[in-house]
């Protein structure tokens, strides 16, 4: 690619209209001047030679990381030695748990740009519309005295606050999309982008002032306690593997699934990907195209509020801005998985997850990082995948 | 059957609206105001204003157009519907608080206090009576009022008579005469120009501080114009090159690095400096398509502002202490420390951007933004060369946020990685959008709304962010094209609306 | 378009005269004094975390400033208003509320600001603008450092903090190794710094150090990575909230049997309530408030008031209601009246403030020192036995 030429852009930004001789000596040729007509003079004379240094820059670029990340971790592996076996082990298992977590809401995230192509930024927040509820079911089985009764009675509280978070979260992405997302359904990419972000500070901002910005702690049964669960033994040190990070795995892959089979395999999916493919066509073809979007976000809402309540039996701390950085983070991941495809929001979850944990280990730099790091990941993945890992399910669509 | 499923929707909307006032704490804030503003002892007076006000909206909403009488009866459900469900709650919360629970540990609003204003202190079920006659009775009061002026078109011949008086004045003979003068354009502008200039020695400081942070604003929003605006690039991590150019401002002059440099030397470093990082940034997004930038740009702005964070260059950018006692700009030994210096300064500022944006709008470059914004591939094909015009717009954008960037350090004395965080570059988005995509005035104005507004409405400033996020989705429905939109954005959106259906109104564009 | 210049100007125009009625303030003492014409209010302002992850210190101690009003409102017969700013706990908007306050002639005083690294780029603006400042809770000890004339603080400082608690790790609890956690903030890494660094002085070896990124919910994988390095304690600067999730996480990361020691960022019934049995065993760092009645009627007054127990949110109430009284007490006493206005001289606030002797405040008897240090007690630490606070054994 070209480097600016600052001085022929500084002359056409103080001289509009006046013509400029051309630096690179190429006669002008003389077109229309007028001033809505931009012709061809632009055109790069020698477009090949630009174009080699581009096409050798991209993988001269991807050597080199590659090389720096070798040389990083034949240094932490080899040489210095800080993490014994059980670390790595340790590192693995938080990586995994995660990336289930990020999977989780990622999910929705990636169900809603597939069918609409919009960022719902909202989605954090609805789903920490769900953790509330949650929380809030759950400290009234609590205070009832019913929470550890016995097995059952702690079976079906948890099954409540899954179906309470749910309905919450169902109910406000309905709502959401009702108020904030449909009256702008023909309108430019920027305009629903800007609608999300307010609806994402209204709700949090409403949170805040009807519950409080106080933190609070889910109460959870005693059979999944925080922090509690199998012990593995990795050369004579115990590492943990906590039942709720279980849970949230299972689950994550389990939703993955049923949405996978949901919209490859059901009429209702099939209506979703007609949509998707095309609004206009897919009314023609008789498909109620209000009904699939509404049905599209139900869906999310209710993948977001199956994701609140995970993330409150596992993380434990509910509060107004809990939805706001895995939020970004699950975006992240889906779009690194490839936006739009469902196993792709699954392995960029888990990609995520992976790097955030073992990532900084690996390659022997502070966990403060964490985020430079993942985020330098995604612009390279992006850079050599530009539709991410798994790419788009869906056809190229013009923005 | 639909009639009454849309009327239950219409009393569930309006319930939840209610609801939701009285559980934000609305009609505390509501009574304060209104006790403030006419002096009244109690806070009652508001709280129930604001209330039946929403009754009375609801009632209005029931009401379509239809002029048989029964239109009143029609209303009466919705509105009962209402008022029931709002005397529920407020019977259910009463009497939960009369029973002694602290309902402050979940919904923290609901305290004695506030529930007392919409109860009179009664008991409970009085109270829900109370609430249920009296909202009944505004949503049916609602509906008469609106069917009235619908029936007596009152609407109609207010806004004709505005019209008339609209008229009148631009045809007295000075205004139109002035109006249709060639050079009447010039001479407002310089008018304006002089009004803005003496207009920060009649401002106290604080006005002046104030708008001075919309003045820096409506740089960053001149320059993320760009961008977005003419360009079409969605850049959600515009805060990253206004933190270079901040950085490099502070850094350079601070004695916490034993540089001490003068502000005018570290100022165009840091333009530079802005401009190389808007290079090197759009060299990895170039080939990448509208939501892929997004998130990559965001990406770019936490890098920078995590690492302007972190341990490991706390002896290049000072950590999270920040950069302490920047200098200030010095001309002639006078050394500019008040909000009035920086006025000036950040006018100048305004000037020279408003100057280079508006001579881009017609230039080549410009031009070929444009096109690209429009479709990527035909420009492309048209022989635009895109990549380089990518490059370019990041450039210039990344210049004049360094700008700003270098003038917010100096003004503040300070900078710090808080400073640069995802909710400064939504805002500036933000303002642009809602100002007008493409347009010069648009950018004033929507960093006036954004930034001053605020101020303004200090009393609010618990619902501030609130606040902010309603409007932004309001604005969205009611004017996507913004509150002063360029002539194409304007053109664009009135032919969205006369044509709901049509294809060519579904792709609007904003620009000139 | 001509039309619209039309408008342009015709609003340009309106503004001008608008301004034109706006006061401008001189005055022609050293500092500056403020005027209160009859009917206008005192202006003192309260700065801190209103909003965002740290509300609840700024909401907790914005209401112990909110209560001192309410026992004094008035200075001569001048209402005092108070202003509440929002800052988040961050520097840059300590710059941005410092310079809205200078900028307000009708401010005289400044209970704030709460966090050290908003406070630390306030204190150049409010010194020349000649606001007073009495800090609630910022212990960075640089503030007192800068040799301002404005700034005062009721809380102790971080080097004592970090001092003592060096000396309580190596001598009381024994420990010759530890880690060094932060939250990556201006008062968690330098205190934890500084804590380190008194501790190497000591013998002791500091094993590692990690920075976490504050309000994320997993803290596991630091965690392992300071598991490996094998320390006896971990010492930790930052926030409750955090420090919460840490403690709850540390036995899963491989750190059973090690100890957690937090600053007083750390201490409170928010940490207790959020780590549940995980906090059993670790400690903190306050400054206990002694039994008083001034104290019970405090208690039962914020209860009433805002229907949170004193103490839930943050233990800082206390220290806000002590720096309001004092400035309000300053206030009264260099107030002038002349005819029917107040006049208030700045500078004789600021020194009143300073010479603060023997007040009988909530937290304690409280005496300024001539840098403005105004603590009350020294500080304890306190452990967590059986899911409350008691004072730490062998101080």
């Keep these: 690619m070209t480097v600016v030429r600052p001085c022929f852009a500084a002359a056409s930004l103080l001289c509009p209209d006046r013509p400029v001789a051309d630096p690179r000596g190429q006669p002008r040729t003389r077109v229309l001047r007028s001033r809505y007509l931009i012709m061809a003079d632009d055109a790069p004379s020698r477009p090949t030679r630009s174009f080699n240094l581009g096409r050798f820059l991209t993988p001269a670029i991807g050597v080199l990381v590659v090389a720096f990340i070798l040389w990083r971790l034949w240094g932490v592996l080899f040489v210095e030695r800080i993490y014994g076996p059980d670390t790595w082990v340790r590192f693995a298992v938080s990586g995994v748990i995660l990336g289930g977590v990020y999977a989780l809401i990622a999910l929705g995230y990636t169900l809603v740009y597939g069918i609409l192509f919009m960022i719902n930024f909202a989605h954090g927040d609805v789903m920490m519309l769900g953790a509330f509820a949650g929380y809030f079911t759950l400290e009234a089985f609590s205070s009832a005295g019913l929470l550890n009764k016995s097995l059952a009675w702690s079976i079906v509280s948890v099954a409540v606050t899954f179906v309470a978070g749910i309905l919450t979260s169902t109910v406000a992405a309905v709502i959401l999309e009702r108020i904030a997302y449909r009256p702008l359904r023909k309108a430019p990419r920027l305009v629903p982008l800007i609608s999300a972000i307010g609806a994402s500070l209204f709700l949090e901002n409403m949170a805040q002032l009807v519950f409080g910005s106080a933190r609070r702690r889910y109460t959870n049964p005693e059979m999944i306690q925080h922090n509690v669960g199998w012990n593995l033994t990795v050369s004579g040190e115990q590492v943990l593997i906590t039942y709720t990070g279980v849970l949230t795995f299972v689950l994550s892959i389990l939703l993955m699934i049923g949405l996978y089979v949901l919209v490859q395999r059901t009429k209702a999916g099939k209506a979703m990907r007609a949509v998707a493919e095309d609004k206009e066509i897919a009314a023609l073809m008789g498909i109620d195209v209000d009904r699939v979007i509404g049905s599209t976000f139900v869906i999310s809402g209710v993948l977001a509020g199956a994701a609140g309540v995970m993330w409150g039996l596992h993380m434990g701390i509910v509060y107004h801005y809990v939805g706001f950085i895995p939020g970004i983070k699950a975006f992240t991941a889906a779009v690194m998985g490839g936006i739009g495809n469902i196993p792709g929001a699954m392995l960029g979850g888990l990609a995520l997850g992976l790097m955030e944990a073992l990532g900084p280990a690996a390659l022997g730099i502070p966990f403060q990082l964490k985020d430079v790091l993942a985020f330098s990941i995604l612009v390279l993945v992006l850079v050599f995948r530009p539709t991410g890992l798994l790419g788009e399910v869906l056809s190229e669509k013009k923005m | 059957m639909s009639h009454v499923r849309s009327s239950l929707r219409n009393s569930l909307l309006t319930s939840g609206i209610s609801c ?50 029964s239109v009143v009866a029609g209303s009466l459900m919705p509105s009962a519907t209402h008022a029931f469900v709002l ?68 609407r109609e011949s207010w806004a004709r008579g505005w019209r008339g008086v609209r008229t009148k004045v631009m045809a007295a003979p000075l205004v139109s005469r002035f109006a249709r003068h060639k050079s009447s354009r010039r001479v407002s502008y310089a008018i304006a120009v002089a009004i803005l200039l003496a207009l920060p020695f009649g401002l106290g400081r604080y006005w002046n501080y104030i708008l001075g942070t919309v003045g820096i604003y409506v740089i960053l929003g001149l320059g993320l114009n760009i961008l977005v605006g003419m360009t079409g690039l969605l850049n959600l991590g515009y805060a990253a090159f206004f933190a270079i150019g901040a950085y490099t401002v502070a850094i350079l002059t601070a004695p916490q690095f034993n540089t001490c440099w003068s502000f005018w030397a570290a100022l165009p470093v840091g333009v530079l400096l802005a401009t190389l990082t808007g290079v090197l940034l759009s060299l990895p997004v170039l080939r990448m398509r509208g939501d892929y930038l997004a998130i990559v740009t965001l990406g770019f702005g936490e890098i920078i502002r995590i690492l302007a964070k972190s341990d490991v260059l706390t ?106 965080t995802l909710m400064v570059s939504v805002n500036v988005l933000c303002l642009v959008i809602i100002g007008g995509m493409g347009s010069i005035p648009g950018v004033v104005v929507g960093a006036l709304v954004l930034k001053g507004l605020p101020e303004v409405l200090r009393q609010l400033s ?50 000139v | 378009m001509r039309k619209r210049a039309a408008l342009i100007v015709v609003s340009m125009a309106v503004i001008l005269v608008l301004s034109g009625c706006a006061a401008k303030y001189e005055c022609a003492d050293a500092w500056g004094c403020a005027e209160f014409e009859k009917g206008q209010t005192i202006k003192v302002g309260y700065v801190g975390p209103t909003t965002g992850d740290y509300s609840a210190f700024g909401i907790d101690i914005s209401r112990g400033a909110e209560l001192a009003i309410k026992d004094q409102p008035e200075v001569k017969g001048f209402e005092i208003e108070l202003l509440i700013e929002d800052t988040q706990g961050t520097p840059e908007q300590g710059a941005a509320v410092a310079n809205k306050f200078a900028a307000d002639p009708r401010v005289v005083a400044v209970d704030g600001h709460t966090f050290s690294g908003s406070t630390e780029v306030a204190i150049p603006i409010y010194g020349d603008a000649g606001i007073v400042m009495m800090s609630p809770s910022a212990t960075d000890p640089d503030l007192t450092d800068l040799g301002s004339e404005v700034f005062n603080r009721v809380a102790f400082h971080d080097r004592m903090q970090g001092e003592f608690a060096a000396k309580y790790l190596y001598n009381t609890l024994g420990v010759r190794k530890i880690a060094i956690m932060h939250d990556g903030g201006a008062y968690g890494q330098g205190l934890a710094e500084m804590t380190a660094g008194f501790f190497v002085g000591l013998g002791g070896t500091a094993v590692g150090t990690e920075a976490i990124t504050p309000g994320e919910a997993d803290y596991s994988a630091p965690l392992a990575a300071i598991s490996a390095l094998g320390p006896e304690l971990i010492y930790f600067g930052g926030y409750d909230a955090d420090a919460a999730v840490l403690v709850t996480q540390m036995a899963g990361a491989g750190l059973e049997g090690v100890l957690f020691f937090g600053c007083d960022g750390t201490y409170g019934v928010n940490y207790l309530d959020l780590s549940g049995d995980a906090a059993d065993g670790t400690f903190s760092t306050y400054v206990p408030i002694p039994e008083s009645g001034a104290f019970t009627t405090f208690k039962a007054d914020y209860e009433a008031a805002y229907g949170d127990p004193q103490g839930k949110l943050s233990p800082f109430s206390p220290h806000g209601y002590d720096s309001m009284a004092i400035l309000i007490k300053a206030m009264d006493e260099v107030a002038v009246e002349s005819g029917s206005s107040l006049i208030i001289p700045r500078k004789a606030l600021a020194d009143a403030v300073r010479a603060t002797k023997d007040y009988q405040g909530l937290t304690g008897s409280i005496t300024c020192s001539d840098t403005g240090e105004c603590a009350a007690a020294a500080i304890q630490f306190m452990k967590v036995v059986g899911g409350e606070w008691v004072v730490a054994p062998g101080q």
């Design chain 2, 20 to 69: 939701c006032a009285v559980l934000l704490g609305l009609t505390g804030l509501a009574g304060a105001m209104v006790a403030d503003w006419f002096g009244l002892p109690t806070r009652t007076v508001g709280a129930w204003v604001l209330l039946l006000a929403i009754a009375f909206w609801g009632g209005a909403r029931t009401v379509g157009h239809s002029k048989s009488a």
């Design chain 2, 87 to 154: 005397a529920l709650f407020v019977g259910l919360i009463s009497s939960l608080l009369d029973s002694g629970v602290n309902m402050r540990e979940y919904l923290t609003q609901m305290s004695p206090e506030a529930v007392g204003l919409l109860t009179f202190g009664f008991a409970p079920w009085a109270a829900s009576l109370v609430v249920f006659v009296a909202l009944l009775a505004a949503g049916v009061a609602g509906a008469a009022v609106v069917f009235a002026s619908v029936r007596h078109r009152w």
């Design chain 2, 315 to 420: 002896d290049f950018s000072g950590g999270p202490r920040g950069v302490r006692a920047v200098a200030g700009p010095e001309l002639f030994g006078v050394s500019f420390s008040s909000a009035l210096h920086f006025m000036y300064l950040i006018l100048l500022g305004i000037m020279l951007a408003i100057f280079v944006v508006s001579r881009l709008q017609g230039s080549r470059p410009g031009r070929a933004w444009m096109a690209m914004r429009e479709d990527e591939d035909v420009a492309q094909a048209m022989g635009i060369y895109t990549l380089k015009y990518k490059v370019l717009a990041f450039a210039i954008s990344a210049a004049f946020a360094g700008l700003g960037g270098g003038i917010f350090a100096s003004r503040n004395m300070f900078t710090g990685p808080e400073d640069f």
């Design chain 2, 462 to 511: 618990d619902y501030r962010m609130l606040a902010f996020g309603a409007l932004l989705v309001m604005m969205m429905i009611l004017r996507p094209e913004g509150l002063w939109p360029s002539t194409r954005g304007r053109m664009a959106a009135q032919g969205s609306r006369e044509e709901p259906g049509s294809r060519s109104a579904s792709e609007p564009s904003p620009g």
